[in-house]
């Protein structure tokens, strides 16, 4: 792989499905060297997912560039020794296998900070390694629906997920940022340490603001695609389809009134002098918006807003947004490299300077066995060996 500002960072992960494949693939995208453990024969199961990606699952070509995959029986009294030379070299053992599988695999926190004292040992689950929900597993849909995100979200008749593994993204992020903060304290002090993520803490800190407005009485209400406790925020119809667009002020509200809807008198409307009356009066406020966006189209509407300084938006398909001249002018796709030949992906969100995301080709199932063990010392004979046996 190329140089980044994680060069010489070598990464061992027992990784499956999207959160900790996430974080990972981060790290790599940074220089960090990492090491994807899969088993033989099937590999990560994100790797069947689905075969939109010309035969490829379109959750494992996004989640796991730049990545070294080896094949190994975790089971099989070799994999000890195998993961011993390994974590003996590495910096990061990460993991997120199914409640209470590392420690029975002599990989639990305790057991590898005794025998490998700089390694950074991170641990990612579903509701953490303490409490009455410890040994529950966990899936995305399963954590929204914990943490009260789904009661807050679709319209008022139905509740609806969110259309992302927000729950894996979020749990994701916090074991990417966690690590690197690890690795920082380790340059500070000589020493690793143990981290854990759940997924459900991940994602309940995201709620933050939703459990604080429910100290007014009530939660926020199910609104659609406008914002609960926040108007105007949302889709509003025009003569030809809808805009969106957003007030954050008063300041912002007189100057909506008067240049975009051009009625100087709503400003001035004691129904919606402040949010929380706007919020109240929403549906007063709406009548008198579309009334005026009825007579316009979207470009208009558009144009308005945009000579006022209002935020506002399409909104788009997936489509649209992969052909965004946003992305176009950003310069923000690359080419990188599959086992069924380029594919594009977006530049990482995080752009240093000087620095280029490494961006590595997305490995094949145990693409890198054979050379990984070699490096580690085990000789050809026993690597083809191990094959025959279904070991790796």
């Not at 997924?199 to 100290?215: I, K, N, R, S, V």
């Not at 914002?227 to 119809?237: D, E």
């Not at 007189?254 to 004691?270: G, K, P, Y």
């Not at 992305?327 to 280029?356: F, K, T």
Request: proline fraction near 5%; aromatic fraction near 8%; charge should be negative.
């Amino acid at each position: 792989m190329g140089t980044g500002p994680l060069d010489g960072i070598t990464v061992v992960a027992l990784e499956q499905a999207v959160a900790v494949p996430f974080a990972t693939r981060q790290l790599a995208d940074l220089g960090a060297r990492v090491i994807k453990i899969e088993r033989p024969g099937s590999g990560d199961f994100a790797r069947a997912y689905d075969t939109t990606v010309r035969g490829l699952a379109s959750h494992f070509v996004w989640l796991n560039r730049s990545k070294e995959s080896i094949t190994l029986d975790l089971k099989s009294p070799e994999a000890s020794i195998v993961l011993d030379r390994l974590l003996e070299r590495a910096d990061v053992f990460v993991q997120n296998l199914a409640p209470g599988a590392a420690d029975r695999l002599g990989l639990g926190a305790h057991a590898l900070r005794t025998k490998y004292p700089r390694l950074i040992i991170c641990s990612l689950s579903g509701y953490g390694s303490t409490g009455p929900y410890a040994a529950k597993k966990a899936y995305d849909l399963l954590v929204q629906s914990e943490v009260g995100l789904v009661s807050i979200t679709g319209t008022e008749e139905t509740p609806s997920k969110v259309g992302l593994s927000i729950a894996d993204i979020a749990g994701g992020m916090y074991t990417y940022t966690g690590i690197l903060t690890a690795l920082l304290e380790r340059h500070r002090t000589g020493k690793g340490t143990a981290l854990e993520v759940s997924l459900f803490e991940a994602l309940g800190e995201w709620m933050g603001y939703a459990m604080y407005y429910t100290f007014g009485g009530t939660p926020p209400a199910r609104t659609g695609a406008s914002h609960a406790t926040i108007a105007p925020y949302g889709p509003y119809r025009t003569c030809d389809g809808q805009v969106i667009f957003g007030i954050h002020n008063n300041r912002e509200w007189a100057t909506f009134s008067r240049d975009v809807l051009q009625c100087s008198n709503l400003a001035d409307d004691a129904r919606f002098q402040s949010n929380k009356l706007r919020v109240d009066h929403r549906a007063a406020m709406d009548t008198e918006i579309e009334h005026v966006f009825a007579r316009l189209t979207s470009a208009e509407v558009v144009g308005r807003l945009d000579a006022a300084h209002i935020a506002n938006a399409r909104i788009n398909s997936i489509a649209s947004f992969i052909a965004h001249p946003q992305l176009v002018g950003r310069n923000s796709w690359r080419d990188i490299g599959s086992p069924v030949g380029p594919v594009r992906a977006l530049v990482p969100p995080v752009r240093m300077e000087d620095v280029e995301p490494v961006m590595g080709a997305v490995p094949a199932l145990g693409e890198h066995t054979d050379s990984v063990l070699s490096e580690l010392g085990f000789e050809p004979q026993t690597i083809e060996s191990w094959r025959r046996e279904g070991i790796i």
